[in-house]
């Protein structure tokens, strides 16, 4: 170990909290990051990791995207910052056509006007995203002539974020019991993951909204994938029928499609595979290319117009950096990137292949349940022991060994690789996969 690295590492460990990391964690390797490009990163000592989760699923386009640099370098040299209150600027206009013309319906003359996707406010992360997402729906019921709706309808195992509204949504017990007392009440529905079959979920989703009619203000759902609560694929089934049921109880419909938006899960949107529109839209994380925190949250015209009137009626909401110049800069070329360099297409091509790897290992190991994949996804189950088991961690450490950053959730081991990821290294992540799970579990 060079000095320099034992240095960083003791101050580290003086100084440095650690996300989702227990304090005076010593008992796992700390790797000290030096560089990263494309799917992979290097440590202080030069030794190469593939990011198998795409550093929390923000570098969907690899890590230091060359045009996503210069963007971010040109609109630096312009503007870097400016409030958003009473003021625009060139990127955020710009962003919010483009960004609008990506979502779901937009091209569709039989959607009704007032239920297109057209409306964006810019906030921070995807947590924020969630945060005005939940705010827009409660004000708008709150200064609405026709009725009164408080309550949000949220699925289990979904994650949505760490503000305590967001959290307030969220359905993963081992992530909101300790904040219990702060948390808003809501009408909790059963995951559709469920590997009984989405239509008992329907079912009971449906019971709810009959039972709360009229103080319903939105039903929040990650789209095909819960991704935090393990990777749980179901079926666009769900989503259609669950729009309609929305729109029989007149309530809106929230997609968070902070992990599965921008061709996660091999459609630009996870909504377009059930061919719905939601009435608003969340989207972060690789929105800003793995450069920083920065969010939008699409709403549609109803919505927007529920605002309509004096300043009483204004949306009471704003971050600093809402509408930041460089992030709205970076999102537009991320955007560019998509639409130039084919990136859905690359999805399509590494899809099957993660999808076959998961079957093999799930076939060498028949202990192992669930092999699952879509888009840029894969994963296995260990074992049934949820968020705290120590398997995934097991698995985790012999990753390292084999050059992976394979961060499991609880005892669920997955791959949300770099889309753009090339042919030698997606083999060898997904060999280094089964090796580590072989590695650790049935050595
Ligand atoms: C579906 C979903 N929504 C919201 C969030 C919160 O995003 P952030 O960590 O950027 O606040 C996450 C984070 O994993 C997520 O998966």
């Known amino acids: 170990m060079s000095a320099d690295r034992a240095l960083l590492l003791a101050l580290d460990r003086a100084h440095v909290w650690h996300p989702y990391t227990p304090a005076h964690d010593d008992s796992r390797p700390l790797l000290v990051v030096a560089r990263a490009e494309g799917a992979r990163f290097w440590d202080h000592d030069g030794r190469s990791f ?3 989760n795409s550093s929390w699923w923000v570098a969907s386009l690899g890590h230091r995207h060359p045009r996503i640099l210069a963007a971010l370098e040109r609109q630096a040299a312009q503007l870097a910052h400016i409030a958003l209150g009473g003021l625009t600027h060139e990127p955020a206009v710009l962003l919010a056509k483009e960004l609008v013309e990506t979502m779901p319906g937009h091209s569709d003359a039989r959607l009704p006007s007032d239920r297109q996707l057209s409306r964006v406010f810019y906030s921070d992360d995807g947590s924020t995203s969630v945060e005005v997402a939940i705010k ?3 004000q708008y019921w709150a200064q609405s002539t026709s009725a009164r709706r408080t309550r949000f309808i949220a699925l289990s195992g979904a994650f949505h974020g760490e503000t305590v509204g967001a959290t307030s949504v969220g359905g993963i017990d081992a992530f909101r019991s300790v904040y219990g007392p702060l948390l808003f009440d809501v009408v909790r529905a059963p995951s559709p993951a469920d590997p009984r079959g989405w239509e008992r979920a329907f079912e009971a989703i449906v019971t ?11 039903v929040i759902v990650e789209p095909i994938v819960q991704g935090a609560g393990g990777m749980r694929i179901y079926d666009p089934a769900y989503l259609r029928a669950l729009r309609e049921a929305c729109d029989q109880a007149d309530t809106f419909l929230v997609a968070d499609e902070v992990f599965t938006g921008l061709g996660r899960t091999g459609t630009f949107w ?3 595979q059930a061919s719905i529109v939601p009435d608003v839209l969340c989207s972060a994380k690789a929105l800003s290319g793995a450069l920083f925190p920065f969010a939008a949250t699409i709403s549609n015209e109803r919505i927007y117009d ?3 009137g004096g300043r009483d009626r204004a949306f009471l909401y704003g971050h600093s950096y809402c509408g930041n110049p460089l992030g709205c800069a970076v999102a537009r070329e991320v955007l560019a990137v998509y639409r130039d360099e084919a990136v859905l297409d690359r999805v399509q091509a590494i899809a099957p292949r993660i999808e076959a790897a998961f079957h093999a290992i799930a076939a060498e190991h028949p202990s192992l349940s669930r092999p699952r994949a879509i888009g840029a ?5 260990l074992g049934d022991q949820g968020y705290l088991d120590d398997r995934g961690w097991r698995v985790y450490e012999a990753g390292l060994e ?7 959730l609880g005892d669920t081991v997955y791959v949300a690789p770099p889309l753009v990821i090339d042919d030698s290294t997606l083999d060898a992540l997904l060999h280094g996969v089964s090796s580590s799970i072989r590695a650790a579990l049935f050595g």
């Open 306 to 308: 529920g605002f309509r």
């Open 50 to 52: 593939i990011d198998a």
């Open 136 to 138: 827009l729906c409660a």
């Open 402 to 408: 084999h050059g992976l950053y394979l961060r499991p």
């Open 208 to 218: 709810e909204l009959q039972k709360c009619r009229d103080t319903i203000a939105a």
């Open 377 to 381: 996804i894969g994963a296995i189950d």
């Open 270 to 272: 996870a909504c377009e």
